[in-house]
């Protein structure tokens, strides 16, 4: 028979004496067994390491600049964004008019249209598709407006929410 | 008039230690959320890396984080003082996240910023008093496997492993905050537990 002392805690024992619902036969073998004592040690000690690694890594963090600036000033950068999206998109429609023949087309130009992946064409694009880019990098609307809060009379958690309503 | 104050009979005031103390517990802690800026200053860089180690995104988590301090302050004359102020704001962050997560948000900005790269450089922050230099390499890589052990787990169990081993909270208030049974809440950190236990092996 196996003495109590050295038939070690099982994982699920083990697990339990770390989420701190350890039964109390679990710590009085880990008073006199060192083994299962050391593992409890060692992931307790990883889990401080990470713990102090993130929080001065989140202390360090500088903020977003378009998160922390007032939201006048995101206004203001979001309203760029859609003045040069417009700008982008009249660009391009004053190209196409003026690349547009005044007379009705003939046959010919209908039987040879302009290559749709020419440089001309490609480098309008991409044009565009970075003044888009722009516009959305530059306008995400925070959550604070889309969420409408105000001094509503549920800003807590649900939960809590739930336990006051008793 | 002198008499009747006299034959007043003079009663002992009852005194509740406990209950005085919580009071006035609960009174510094309303005032610490009547200034945001200290609010912000003790709370800001905890809740970030609760919800950057949770979502894992840094972008998303700065503005929920953002969100949490400005609800908190808004609704603080509800905060009844029956948790500490830490876990009632950890429940705010994470109702907030639960409504990205629900929404298309989420993945949107997923895909618009892959930001993540910066959050696997935690390891990197290891302040110089918490591991000796020897350690220090040895420290730096157990750190990183544990970001990615966490990494793989699903929402649930990563985000109830962090508030059990990161924010210290108790089964019984992460079962409260999440509104999931204790023994649902056994079972994720038992799950988390193991999967951590079978990428570190013999580590732990």
């Known amino acids: ?166 | 008039m002198a008499t009747a104050i006299l034959s007043t009979p003079r009663i002992a005031p009852v005194r509740r230690p406990q209950l005085e103390s919580a009071l006035a517990e609960r009174a510094g802690v309303i005032s610490e959320l009547d200034d945001i800026d200290e609010l912000v200053r003790l709370h800001r860089a905890r809740i970030r890396r609760f919800v950057t180690c949770s979502t894992g995104d840094p972008d998303l988590a700065e503005t929920i984080t953002q969100d949490t301090l400005l609800r908190a302050y808004k609704g603080r004359a509800g905060f009844l003082g029956d948790c500490s102020l830490s876990t009632w704001l950890t429940g705010i962050a994470i109702n907030i996240t639960r409504d990205h997560l629900r929404s298309g948000r989420y993945k949107f900005w997923k895909q618009l910023k892959a930001t993540a790269a910066d959050v696997h450089e935690m390891a990197s922050f290891l302040p110089s008093e918490a591991v000796s230099p020897e350690r220090r390499m040895l420290a730096k890589e157990r750190i990183r496997e544990l970001y990615a052990v966490l990494e793989g787990l699903s929402y649930n169990q990563r985000t109830i492993f962090l508030m059990k081993f990161s924010e210290e909270m108790s089964v019984d208030e992460i079962s409260e905050i999440l509104g999931m049974a204790v023994n649902t809440v056994r079972t994720h950190l038992h799950r988390a537990l193991k999967a951590v236990r079978s990428k570190l092996g013999a580590k732990i």
């Open chain 1, 1 to 166: 028979m196996t003495p109590e002392s050295t038939r070690h805690l099982s994982e699920e024992a083990l697990d339990d004496v770390l989420i701190g619902l350890g039964s109390p036969e679990s710590h009085s073998h880990l008073e006199v067994c060192a083994e299962c004592r050391a593992q409890v040690k060692m992931f307790l000690g990883d889990v401080a390491l990470f713990n102090a690694a993130s929080m001065e890594w989140s202390r360090n963090r500088l903020p977003q600049a378009g998160a922390s600036q007032p939201r006048r000033v995101r206004m203001h950068a979001a309203f760029a964004g859609w003045a040069i999206t417009a700008a982008a998109v009249l660009v391009l429609a004053l190209g196409v008019l003026h690349q547009r023949p005044e007379t009705a087309p003939t046959q010919a130009n209908t039987v040879q249209p302009q290559p749709v992946n020419s440089e001309a064409q490609i480098a309008q694009d991409n044009q565009l598709l970075q003044a888009v880019n722009a516009a959305i990098g530059q306008d995400e609307a925070s959550p604070i407006e889309e969420y409408k809060i105000s001094e509503s009379p549920h800003p807590y958690p649900k939960a809590h929410s739930k336990k006051r309503m008793k």
